[in-house]
C-alpha cells in the first residue's frame, strides 16, 4: 500500500503527513479506513501528540514527596495535609479564542473544570492567563474573552480569583487564552483515569454529542491564516448550566464505590478519551459502539461522533453489573447517560456501529504513535542592546509614575474581575487585586494561595532567563500573601516550532523552567503546550510559558495582604536593586522600545530573601506585602497605597552609583519585596535579613492620602487612583 | 429553629447558605430538592443565588414551575418565612410573591463588589438585628439585578414601606453614585405587604464571617433564628 492510494488532499484535512501516513500502513499492515485515518489524525496532532514537544518535556522536574499524581493524568495533585490534595492544571484554549472569542474562552474555562472533575475533586476556584493586542484594536478579543469567561465561570458558580492580562503587538493576531482550575478531593477519594477491569462498562454522560468542534485539535496544531474564520465550525460551543449539573452529578459519584474512573471530553472527543483512558493501563483496549451515543442531531457518521468535541460530556468507567446505580445518579440531575461499550483486554480500540466494525486500532498505536518529531533550534539574532548609560536621566519621577501606572500593563485589573464573580464558595480570604488570592480549605485552618505569572517581554529577549523569571516572580506572588509554594502546572505557548529560532526558544523556555523548578524544588505536576501561535507564517508571539503555582499557610489568619493597612508603618524595601532596566515597562513606556537582557536572577538570593519574608509572615510582623514587578519599586509602593487606601512617606532617593535614580525607582530587579511592619517590629526584622544576608531598606513611613518622596515628587492618592484605573473601568 | 435551603438545577449559593446556617449560626439545616413536594418541617425557607436551570431564557422564569414552589407559595400564604437572596429574589418576583422584576444590569456587565445597604425596616423577623437606618456591607454577584416595576407599583412599595434595603454610600446616603445596577428608588431589596417574604440581591451568606471581609449578613441570619419561632405560620 504506497502513499499514493490516499489523496494527499485528504491526509491535509486530517493533519498527517505523507510520512505520518506511511508508519500508520506499516504498523497496520494495511491502510486505515476513513474513521481511522480520523481517529489517528486527532490523535497525532500536536495538541493530543505532543509529538514536538514530548522528548523536552521529560526533562521538566515533576515528583516530590507531595505529589500524589504527576503528568499524565486528567490533572495533576498534591497532598497539602489533614487528609486534603490540591488538584490543579492550566491549559490554553487560544485557537478558538482568536475566531470566536466568547465561545473560545468559555470553552476553555469549561474544558479545565471537568479536568479537574475528572480527578474526583471539586473545583474551588479558576484563574485566567491573558494576552491581547493592543486596544482599542483589539477590543473585540479582549470583550468576547473577558464576557466568555464571566459568562462561564459565573454560571458555574466557581470563583474566578486571579490571572493576568497582558496588551503586546504581538498578539494581535494570535490572543492567548490560558485557563487554570484548582480543586480539592480528600486524599483517599483521589480518581484516576485508568479502564481497569476487562468487562467493566463504559459509560457517556452529559450532553448529546453533535457535529460541534470536529477537527479542533487539528486547527489547533496549524498556524491561523485568512481562512481560520472558515474554521468557525472547530469552535464548539459552551453550556454552562449543563457543566454544572454534571458537576454536582460527578460530585455524588462519591457516594457510590462502582465507579472505576472519570475521563473529561476533551480535545479529539471520544476518542481521545477512550484511547487514553485504555492506554494508561497495560494491554487493555476498548469496545464500542458509536451507535449508543446519544446525538444532537440526525445524520451523523461514525467518523463525526469519534471525532466531535462537543462539550459537557465525560467518560465514566463504571463496575460491570452496577451500571443503574450509577445511571441513576446523572438521571437526578436530568442529565443523559448511555453505556456505550466495555473495556477489553487486546489492546485494540475498536469501534462498532451497530453491528458493523468501522475501525480497530491498536491503542499504543493512537496514544503513542505518532512519530517524534526531530527539530533542530537555532538561536535568533540577539534582541537590541541596551546601553542604560545612554538613556536620559530621569526627569520627573511623579510624572513617569502616572504614565506607568495608566500603562496598559500596569493599570488596575478591578474593571475586569469585578465582571467574575470571585466571592462564590465563602473560601476567598485574599480577594483578586493584589499577588496571589488565597482560599480557606473549609473545616480546617489551611488557606491555598494561587497565581498565574509570566513575563513574556523577558522570555522574548531571553526564553531561557524568562522562563526562570517566571518560576521566580509565581512564587513571590505566592510567598507575599504568607504561604509556601508547594507545586507549579505550566502552559507554554509558542509559535510554529517547525522553525528553528522558536524550536530553540522552546529548548530555552524548557530548560529554564526546569533549572528554576529544580532549584526551588517545585514539582511541575501538570501542564499544557500551545504551538503554532503565528499567523501566515509570520507574527509570531514572544515565547510566552505562563506558571500557575498554588501555595500552602498553615493557619489562613497568618495571611498577608499586598495594601497597607495603618498608618505609621515603617515600609521596607527586602533585596536589592541593581540597574535593570532591560526588558522592563519603564523602558516601554516611557522610551518606547523592548531591548536588553532581561534582570538577572540568582536563585540563592531568590531563595534567601524569600525564606527572610515567609519568617516574618510567620511570626506576625508583616502588616502587608507585595512583589516587585513591572513598574518596580514605585509601582509596587503606589499599589501598596492604593490597595489598602493609605499613603506613604519617603525620605528623597539617592542611590549610589552605579545604581542610576530611575533604575531604583522603576528598575525590576527580581527577589524583592515592599512590605510594611509596625515599628515594634523593625529590630527582629532587621536580625532576619542580617541572619539570611538580606538587604533590607527603609523606604518610608505609611500614613496620609498622598505619596511621596520628599523633594522628589508628591502626588494625592486621588491622582494616582484616577491614573490607575483609567484603562480597564 | 430549621433552616430549608432550596436547590434548583444551577443554584449555586446553597452551599454558601447552608454554610452559614449550620457552621456559623450553628442552626438546623435541611436542603429542599426542586423536586420536593414538601417542606420538611422548615421555619425559614431560603431561595439561594444561582443560575436555575441555566436561566437562559429569563432569571426565573423556569425555575417559578418547580414543584417545590407550589409548596413555598402555599407556606408563604401561610405567613411562613421566605427569603430569596439574588436568583432567589428573582425566582420570588417570577413566582408573583413578590411585585415586580430584575432587569439586566444598566452596565449590562455582570457586577461582583461590596455594596453599602440602607436598612429602612427593622421590624422585620429578617432584620430585628440591625439598628435603625443601620449601613450594612453586603456583596453582590449579578448581571441581572437592576430592580424594575411600573410606577403604580412602585409608589404602593414606598408607601407601605416594603423597600427594606437601599443601596446607599458608607454614610447612608442613597445617592445615584452607590447604585451598581440601576435598580429603580435604588432598590437592593423588598417585602412583602405581610412581612414574610423578602428578595433581596446581594448576598449576606457572603459576608457573615471576619474572615471574608465582614459579618453585617450575619446580622440578618441571626435576626431569622431569633424570630422564625415567633412567626405565627397559620
Not at chain 1, 478531593?185 to 483515569?193: I, K, P
Not at chain 1, 473549609?442 to 517566571?470: I, S
Request: hydrophobic share 40%; charged share 20%.
Amino acid at each position: 500500500m504506497s502513499v499514493k492510494s490516499v489523496d494527499e488532499r485528504r491526509l491535509r484535512e486530517v493533519a498527517l503527513t505523507p510520512d505520518e501516513y506511511r508508519v500508520i500502513v506499516e504498523q497496520l499492515k494495511r491502510a486505515p479506513n476513513e474513521v481511522e485515518l480520523g481517529m489517528l489524525g486527532v490523535l497525532w496532532s500536536e495538541h493530543c501528540s505532543y509529538k514536538s514537544s514530548k522528548a523536552l518535556l521529560r526533562r521538566l522536574p515533576s515528583t516530590g514527596p507531595a505529589v500524589l499524581q504527576g503528568p499524565g493524568e486528567n490533572a495533576g495533585a498534591v497532598s497539602i495535609g489533614e487528609g486534603w490534595a490540591v488538584v490543579f492544571k492550566i491549559e490554553s484554549h487560544n485557537h478558538p479564542s482568536a475566531i470566536e472569542p466568547y465561545q473560545g474562552a468559555a470553552t476553555g474555562v469549561g474544558g479545565i473544570i471537568r479536568d479537574v472533575i475528572a480527578m474526583g475533586a471539586r473545583p474551588i476556584a479558576l484563574l485566567d492567563s491573558l494576552r491581547f493586542g493592543p486596544l482599542p484594536e483589539s477590543g473585540r478579543h479582549f470583550e468576547g474573552v473577558v464576557a466568555g469567561i464571566g459568562g462561564y465561570g459565573n454560571c458555574m458558580g466557581i470563583p474566578t480569583v486571579g490571572g493576568e492580562i497582558y496588551f503586546e503587538d504581538c498578539y494581535a493576531n494570535n490572543p492567548l487564552v490560558n485557563a487554570m482550575c484548582v480543586g480539592l478531593v480528600r486524599t483517599d477519594q483521589l480518581m484516576r483515569a485508568r479502564a481497569e477491569g476487562v468487562g467493566n462498562s463504559i459509560l457517556l454522560v452529559g450532553a448529546d454529542t453533535g457535529r460541534d468542534g470536529i477537527h479542533g485539535a487539528s486547527f489547533a496544531s496549524v498556524e491561523l491564516d485568512e481562512n481560520s474564520s472558515e474554521r468557525r465550525p472547530a469552535v464548539q460551543v459552551g453550556n454552562p448550566f449543563l457543566e454544572k449539573c454534571l458537576l454536582e452529578a460527578c460530585m455524588d459519584l462519591s457516594h457510590t464505590d462502582a465507579v472505576v474512573a472519570i475521563q473529561d471530553l476533551g480535545a479529539a472527543g471520544l476518542t481521545s478519551a477512550v484511547a487514553e483512558c485504555a492506554g494508561r493501563v497495560d494491554g487493555a483496549g476498548a469496545r464500542i459502539d458509536v451507535g449508543r451515543v446519544p446525538r444532537r442531531e440526525r445524520g451523523m457518521t461514525p467518523y463525526d461522533v469519534m471525532l466531535s468535541e462537543s462539550q459537557e460530556r465525560m467518560l465514566v468507567v463504571v463496575q460491570r453489573g452496577r451500571e443503574r446505580e450509577v445511571e441513576s445518579i446523572f438521571h437526578a440531575w436530568d442529565l443523559t447517560s448511555a453505556v456505550i461499550g466495555e473495556v477489553t483486554d487486546d489492546g485494540q480500540l475498536t469501534v462498532f456501529d451497530s453491528r458493523d466494525q468501522v475501525a480497530r486500532l491498536p491503542v499504543r498505536l493512537l496514544t503513542d504513535g505518532a512519530p517524534m518529531r526531530r527539530l533542530v533550534g537555532v538561536a535568533p539574532e540577539p534582541p537590541l542592546d541596551l546601553v542604560v548609560d545612554a538613556l536620559p536621566p530621569l526627569a520627573d519621577a511623579g510624572a513617569t509614575l502616572l504614565r506607568l501606572l495608566a500603562s496598559p500593563n500596569l493599570s488596575s485589573r478591578r474593571g475586569v474581575f469585578r465582571r467574575y464573580d470571585h466571592m462564590v464558595g465563602d473560601a476567598t480570604v485574599v480577594p483578586p487585586g493584589g499577588d496571589a488570592a488565597m482560599l480557606r480549605v473549609k473545616g480546617t485552618r489551611l488557606g491555598l494561595a494561587m497565581t498565574a505569572d509570566c513575563n513574556a517581554r523577558y522570555c522574548h529577549l531571553d526564553p531561557h532567563l524568562g522562563a526562570q523569571l517566571a518560576v521566580a516572580e509565581a512564587a513571590r506572588n505566592i510567598i507575599a500573601t504568607g504561604a509556601r509554594p508547594i507545586a507549579v502546572t505550566d502552559c507554554l505557548n509558542l509559535a510554529n516550532p517547525d522553525r528553528p529560532e522558536v524550536y530553540w526558544e522552546l529548548e530555552e523556555t524548557v530548560a529554564g523552567l526546569s533549572y528554576a523548578c529544580r532549584a526551588m524544588e517545585l514539582p511541575i505536576v501538570s501542564g499544557n503546550v500551545s504551538l503554532y501561535n503565528d499567523s501566515n507564517g509570520e507574527s509570531a508571539i514572544y515565547p510566552t510559558p505562563v506558571v500557575g503555582m498554588v501555595g500552602v499557610i498553615d493557619d489562613y489568619a497568618k495571611r498577608v495582604g499586598a495594601g497597607f493597612r495603618a498608618d505609621g508603618d515603617f515600609v521596607l524595601l527586602i533585596g536589592s536593586s541593581h540597574n535593570d532596566l532591560g526588558g522592563s515597562e519603564y523602558l516601554k513606556v516611557e522610551h518606547g522600545y523592548v531591548a536588553g537582557r532581561p534582570p538577572s536572577l540568582d536563585l540563592a538570593r531568590e531563595q534567601a530573601v524569600n525564606r527572610v519574608v515567609l519568617a516574618a509572615a510567620q511570626s506576625g510582623y508583616l502588616h502587608s506585602a507585595h512583589d516587585c514587578a513591572e513598574g518596580g519599586m514605585l509601582v509596587a509602593l503606589a499599589e501598596c497605597s492604593l490597595l489598602g487606601s493609605v499613603g506613604v512617606r519617603c525620605p528623597a532617593i539617592r542611590p549610589e552609583s552605579p545604581l542610576r535614580l530611575d533604575a531604583a525607582f522603576f528598575g525590576e530587579s527580581p527577589s524583592r519585596y515592599v512590605v510594611s511592619v509596625p515599628s515594634r517590629a523593625m529590630p527582629e526584622m532587621q536580625s532576619l535579613a542580617r541572619r539570611h544576608h538580606v538587604e533590607l531598606s527603609l523606604l518610608g513611613l505609611t500614613g496620609g492620602d498622598t505619596l511621596e518622596f520628599e523633594g522628589q515628587f508628591k502626588l494625592s492618592l486621588g491622582e494616582l487612583r484616577q491614573a490607575w484605573e483609567a484603562m480597564l473601568s | 429553629m430549621k433552616f430549608g435551603v432550596v436547590v434548583f438545577p444551577g443554584t449555586w449559593s446553597d452551599r454558601d447558605c447552608g454554610w452559614v446556617v449550620d457552621q456559623v449560626l450553628g442552626a438546623e439545616l435541611t436542603y429542599l430538592w426542586h423536586r420536593d413536594t414538601d417542606l420538611k418541617g422548615c421555619d425559614c425557607v431560603i431561595l439561594p443565588g444561582g443560575f436555575a436551570y441555566g436561566d437562559y431564557l429569563r432569571t426565573g422564569a423556569i425555575a417559578r414551575f418547580a414543584p417545590v414552589m407550589e409548596q413555598i407559595g402555599e407556606f408563604a400564604d401561610r405567613g411562613g418565612l421566605v427569603w430569596g437572596i439574588c436568583n432567589g429574589f428573582q425566582v420570588l418576583c417570577e413566582a408573583g410573591l413578590l411585585p415586580g422584576a430584575l432587569i439586566r444590569n444598566a452596565s449590562l456587565e455582570f457586577r461582583c463588589e461590596w455594596t453599602n445597604l440602607l436598612v429602612e425596616r427593622t421590624d422585620l423577623p429578617f432584620t430585628s438585628q440591625c439598628a435603625e437606618r443601620d449601613v450594612i456591607r453586603v456583596p453582590i454577584a449579578h448581571g441581572e439585578g437592576s430592580y424594575f416595576a411600573d410606577p403604580a407599583t412602585l409608589s404602593r412599595l414606598e408607601q407601605r414601606g416594603q423597600v427594606v434595603f437601599r443601596y446607599c454610600g458608607s454614610d447612608g446616603r442613597v445617592v445615584p453614585g452607590a447604585n451598581p445596577n440601576g435598580s429603580l428608588h435604588n432598590i437592593a431589596g423588598i417585602v412583602n405587604a405581610r412581612g414574610n417574604v423578602l428578595g433581596m440581591m446581594p448576598h449576606p451568606e457572603r459576608c457573615s464571617e471576619a474572615e471574608l471581609g465582614g459579618t453585617d449578613g450575619l446580622k440578618l441570619f441571626r435576626s431569622v433564628a431569633d424570630n422564625a419561632l415567633k412567626v405565627l405560620v397559620s
